[in-house]
T-cell receptor, first 112, second 113 residues
Framework: NAGVTQTPKFQVLKTGQSMTLQCAQD?????MSWYRQDPGMGLRLIHY???????DQGEVPNGYNVSRSTTEDFPLRLLSAAPSQTSVYFC???????????FGNGTRLTVT | SQQGEEDPQALSIQEGENATMNCSYK?????LQWYRQNSGRGLVHLIL?????REKHSGRLRVTLDTSKKSSSLLITASRAADTASYFC?????????????FGKGTLLTVNP
């Protein structure tokens, strides 16, 4: 039981490049979410999904796309990276709303 | 916008002392949760308290919730160096959704041996 797995752990991009941050969970959780963590800002919700085929925007969705084709995977896509997207990204999942979140160990992204 | 706000931003204590962190929030909630984050790692859930509960214990952790003041506190008793971490409160119920947890900015706790 690996929990929530995020890849890669570190990534450096140039402005304008695209990439996908991967997130997978093996706990059969319906709810998955992406947060970004910036110094002094805490964690802010980017996008979330309450089940396969269902996604919705969080607090800071601009510049990010998501899709949820399976229960296990919830990738986060940056179509054209910007320096403002330099951050640490966390994926989290839970079985039902209001229950404790299980977090991955994060992806540290730098955009130059 | 941030729902929860922790206070203080940073706290430094000696091993064996108690540590108290506070969280204030703005709107009605269903639950309030506390998480710990060790440097460079993901957040780990510590304790959940529901809006109809006033106090909850888990090992050396004690959480209180005052919905009339929209505030919560986390007490860690007999602290250890291993308790050094950032602590975050998180609330749900914002906008009617209990899926969208909103986190505060955290309290950085340093426990000196």
């Amino acid at each position: 039981n690996a929990g929530v797995t995020q890849t890669p752990k570190f990534q450096v991009l140039k402005t304008g490049q695209s990439m996908t941050l991967q997130c997978a969970q093996d706990m059969n959780h319906e709810y998955m979410s992406w947060y970004r963590q910036d110094p002094g800002m805490g964690l802010r919700l980017i996008h979330y999904s309450v089940g396969a085929g269902i996604t919705d925007q969080g607090e800071v969705p601009n510049g990010y796309n998501v899709s949820r084709s399976t229960t296990e995977d919830f990738p986060l896509r940056l179509l054209s990276a910007a320096p403002s997207q330099t951050s640490v990204y966390f994926c989290a999942s839970t079985l039902v709303g209001g229950s404790p979140l299980h977090f991955g160990n994060g992806t540290r992204l730098t955009v130059t | 916008s941030q729902q929860g706000e922790e206070d203080p931003q940073a706290l430094s204590i000696q091993e064996g002392e108690n540590a108290t962190m506070n969280c204030s929030y703005k709107t009605s909630i269903n639950n309030l949760q506390w998480y710990r984050q060790n440097s460079g790692r993901g957040l780990v859930h510590l304790i959940l308290i529901r809006s109809n509960e006033r106090e909850k214990h888990s090992g050396r952790l004690r959480v209180t919730l005052d919905t009339s003041k929209k505030s919560s506190s986390l007490l860690i008793t007999a602290s250890r160096a291993a308790d050094t971490a950032s602590y975050f409160c998180a609330t749900d119920g914002s906008g009617g959704s209990n899926y969208k947890l909103t986190f505060g900015k955290g309290t950085l706790l340093t426990v000196n041996p």
